[in-house]
């Protein structure tokens, strides 16, 4: 598959949108099972509207991009910081460009860039490090971009990076996620631009190591997920799995059915390419892109799945429709839980385009 280089709208949506949608349909067979699982209980479909939340724009990040990722970092003076680091603009196929966000002054400033330019890397905070893994790399000679292996570390208080053990697998549009001191990643496309089985990935920063753990029923591709209670969530092809570490084992805890979401067409039972966090102890599902008569729109729709009730609620939409957008879970200066929403493709006149606006979710 080829990648051009364009200026036009939409320059890399329409060619692999279609492969991240496929990609969330394919089961992987693999030689750790994760065991038996029971029957999936299934609730009356009754979404809960109490509560949505409210969202508030916030000063715009400096650079219009999409498909980058981020973590969130509390520094010594304990404010919540959001790093958001690679992506791609209208003119570039990928980027090193790394910015952060404080949630307490609300400001932005430029960090270090990364030492190589990504586009779509997994990304996840942790032990106080930001951790920046795979990603896609700019287009080669040939005008093809290739999955990458590469592991990034990133110090704040140094504002210096470091590279650590490659990764397995060459891949991309995955999930990464910290869980109990480790880093976990979930590959999304391997090499060749084509859905492959999913593979996971344990990776222990005291000994710099990788580790191939169970795989799970579903792969993944720019998908949402969250770490509730030290268990991962993940909103694969219309259901919900969760990781477990302890146990290494995978489990279906929620399966959608088209009917119950008859009544919204931009939601999580349609839509691809979006992004997630825990909050509250909920999974929220934020934005995307769904079919439409016309081709591809993009969504403000944000819901969240609760584990203990195996049910949804519709959340406030977000101001601004979003694809490859990126979100983290932060405080802000008050001290109150917020999710902050920026960057990505959103729709607008006569095209979409890439956007810069920031906005913060209140529950």
Known sequence: MRFPRRRSARPLVPTLLPIICMLT???????????????????????????????????????????MGSGVIRNASGQDIMYVVGGQTLSSDALSRMDSYNASTKAWTRRANLPAARMLPGVAALNGKLYVVNGLTPPSQTGVKSPTKTLYAYTPSTNSW??????????????????????????????????GPARFYRYNPATNSWTERARPPGGCGVCAG??????????GFQSVNMYDPAANQWKTVHNMVEADWTPYADSPFRNSSNDGVSLNQQLYVIGGWYGGGSGHLYSRSVFAYNPVTNSWSKKADMIRSRMWHTVGKVKNG???LQIIATGGWSDGSPNASIIQQTEAFTP
């Not at 470091?162 to 979930?186: N, Q, S």
């Not at 969250?226 to 909103?235: A, D, R, S, T």
């Open 25 to 67: 349909v394919v089961s992987s067979c693999h030689d750790e099972p994760s065991g038996p699982q029971a029957d999936i209980p299934q609730p009356s479909f009754n979404i809960s509207t109490g509560s949505p939340g409210s969202w508030a724009s916030r000063i715009s990040m400096p650079l219009a991009r999409a498909g």
């Open 162 to 195: 470091i590279r650590k053990a490659d990764m397995p697998v060459a891949t991309y549009a995955g999930e990464a996620a910290a869980i109990g001191g480790y880093l976990y990643v979930l590959t999304g496309f391997l090499s060749g631009f084509t859905p």
């Open 334 to 336: 008050a001290g109150v």
């Open 226 to 235: 969250g770490v509730i209670n030290g268990k991962l969530y993940l909103l």
